[in-house]
């Protein structure tokens, strides 16, 4: 019931009703424009968020490099130097056995061993928009950028260049197969959407569809990748709108019926075996979504779970001495 979200414009937010109603975690972090959270495996009370837009969007929220919870996410501090490396922190991975970060940015990869104390720079000639740890391999990882995919087997320290994938394309998503690690499938933004996968941990990718799957030029901003943890064949794709592919990506299913568009995480509830819990939540522009059997959400359809989750984008303000003070205001959507 208790799950955390992420905004590029208005911080961390928390429920532990299943998203029925929302509060804010804080209000007063150097930057409210959060891309990315995630959980240290060894230990759920410590939790690490990436502030900044890095996508290449023209009114992109300056971020403030990377912030910790050792609480479970009551309270967040700043881990030195970290916003002085990049200003926008697309995501962070952590190693399954945790202790080891990986930090995609603006200004490339960065590497932790030390819970995020200390960062070195890991010069791997791309500037990365992805990044994830094998799920049972803390020396494995892939990451990804523009037109290339990387990967690593000795824990980030090192990276190699992945061969199939389209040179002169744009954003790439990956993600591992968690039933089958050494299974890797990459998003990649090229002739409309085209998924890749790799049976080897990322070293060399095919492609797998035809179909394509990010729609109206916006590959470069909404592109989510989610594979099925329970069967490497089931992927779900978003973009501006939802698919779903049962068969490895030969073939897809529109499943947005019901939900808004332009998406940009998918995440599984932790329970899920695919036979009694099969529960996905959808962040994209319209907030958090909930799809209780991700099997049938073409039919069944979703939940919007946004009660009281105020998260409004300001784009301007002004003032004047004669309202009062109050400040008009006009806001994104």
Do not use: C
């Not at 209000?27 to 959060?34: I, N, T, W």
């Not at 000795?154 to 197969?177: F, I, K, M, N, Q």
């Not at 319209?286 to 209780?292: C, P």
Request: a neutral charge; zero cysteines.
């Amino acid at each position: 019931s208790t799950m955390f979200a992420g905004s590029v414009g208005g911080g961390i937010w928390k429920t532990t009703s299943g998203g029925s109603s929302w509060t804010p975690v804080n209000d007063f972090m150097a930057s409210l424009s959060v891309s990315t959270i995630v959980f240290d495996p060894a230990n759920p009370l410590v939790m690490y968020a990436g502030t900044g837009e890095g996508y290449g969007n023209a009114d992109a929220i300056r971020g403030a490099g990377i912030f910790k919870s050792v609480d479970g996410g009551t309270t967040w501090t700043q881990l030195a130097g970290s916003a002085r490396q990049s200003t926008a922190v697309n995501r962070i991975a952590i190693a399954p056995t945790g202790g080891t970060l990986l930090a995609a940015t603006n200004t490339g990869l960065w590497r932790s061993v030390n819970g995020g104390s200390t960062f070195t720079f890991i010069n791997t000639g791309i500037t990365p928009q992805d990044v994830d740890f094998n799920p049972g391999d803390a020396q494995k990882a892939i990451t990804a950028g523009y037109g290339v995919a990387m990967y690593s087997w000795d824990g980030g320290a090192t990276w190699h260049r992945a061969s199939g994938l389209p040179v002169s394309s744009g954003r790439v998503e990956a993600a591992y197969a968690r039933a089958q690690p050494d299974t890797v499938y990459a998003l990649v933004d090229y002739n409309g959407g085209t998924l890749y996968r790799s049976w080897n941990g990322g070293a060399n990718f095919t492609r797998v569809s035809s179909t394509p799957l990010l729609d109206n030029g916006q590959g470069w901003y909404d592109a989510a990748l989610w594979v099925n943890p329970k069967d490497s064949n089931h992927v779900v794709v978003g973009g501006v709108y939802l698919r779903a592919s049962v068969d490895g990506g030969a073939t897809w299913t529109l499943i947005n019926d019901g939900i808004h568009v332009d998406h940009h995480a998918i995440v599984e509830d932790p329970r899920y075996d695919d036979v009694t819990y099969r529960s996905v939540f959808i962040g994209n522009d319209g907030g958090v979504y909930k799809a209780s059997n991700i099997r049938t959400a073409a039919q069944t359809g979703y939940k919007a779970l946004n009660n009281s989750l105020g998260l409004t984008q300001f784009y301007g303000g002004a003032g004047s001495a004669t309202t009062g003070g109050r400040v008009p205001h006009r806001r994104s959507r």
